[in-house]
């Protein structure tokens, strides 16, 4: 049998880029500093991108803050995780504002100091009515956790008489995701070297493109966002609509 092997296409921009933000404490060792600095060099290099994003037509860009699996690391740097919000937006909250961002805060608000969660309301509720770019934000997020949250939110509305069991597919148990009203990511990158999807958006990256890049977080740029861009736009994406010469392809 011969397997036909398409030919990569150009494709239009992704207008959804979600990104893992790994490498802050191997960049941080490489350099014998303490893990806190590489953190806070992260939050240099996000925002670095979110002033790059809208230049290359991303509508939608969302990052991988804070796991769920997080809490499992070193007290001082989970504190140290904790802080970083704030830091970002003490220093950028008001440039967001006049640049048209929207952000959005994904996850769970449970365990969170009362401090925090006030400040993240208010970054989402100061920004609510931009347009230019929307920004989301994982914090304290986990996909595993998320999909049984929206199944719980489900099965709740069936013992309560307001859905039934067949009323359940596809859209509308997306709208139970804490992503409800987003379009799913066109591509997700992740730099460090690492090759896991590490529990993100497990629901929403069905058909999404991947591309994995040997940069460490804080050292990433609008250049690395732009490479990315340009091997998304060689991918031939069918969503499993093109079935070629094998009866057994499936995308």
């Not at 956790?145 to 859209?171: C, M, N, W």
């Not at 529990?199 to 690395?224: I, M, R, S």
């Amino acid at each position: 049998m011969t397997v036909h092997k398409p030919t990569p296409t150009a494709s239009d921009p992704p207008l959804h880029v979600a990104i893992i933000m790994d490498g802050n404490g191997r960049w941080a060792k490489r350099r014998s500093l303490p893990r806190t600095l590489g953190h806070r060099a992260g939050v240099e290099a996000l925002r670095a991108v979110v002033s790059a994003a809208p230049d290359l037509n991303i509508r939608w860009l969302t990052v991988f803050g804070f796991s769920t699996e997080n809490w499992s690391r070193p007290a001082a740097e989970v504190a140290e995780l904790m802080a970083l919000p704030k830091r970002y937006f003490d220093s950028d909250l008001d440039r967001l504002v006049r640049e048209g961002v929207r952000v959005r805060v994904m996850g769970q608000r449970e365990g969170l100091s009362a401090d925090l969660i006030s400040m993240l309301d208010a970054a989402e509720l100061r920004t609510q009515a931009n347009d230019a770019l929307h920004l989301q934000i994982a914090f304290n997020y986990g996909g595993q956790s998320d999909i049984v949250q929206a199944a719980r939110k489900f099965a709740q509305a069936v013992a309560d008489g307001q859905a039934r069991p067949e009323d359940l597919d596809e859209a509308r148990f997306a709208n139970n995701l804490s992503t409800a009203g987003l379009p799913p990511p066109d591509l997700v990158i992740r730099p460090s070297g690492e090759l896991r999807l590490s529990n993100f958006l497990l629901w929403e990256c069905a058909y999404t493109e991947f591309v994995f890049q040997n940069v460490l977080w804080p050292d990433f740029g609008p250049k690395n966002l732009a490479e990315a861009i340009e091997t998304y736009k060689s991918r031939d994406r069918r969503y499993g609509g093109t079935v070629a010469d094998d009866a057994f392809a499936t995308s």
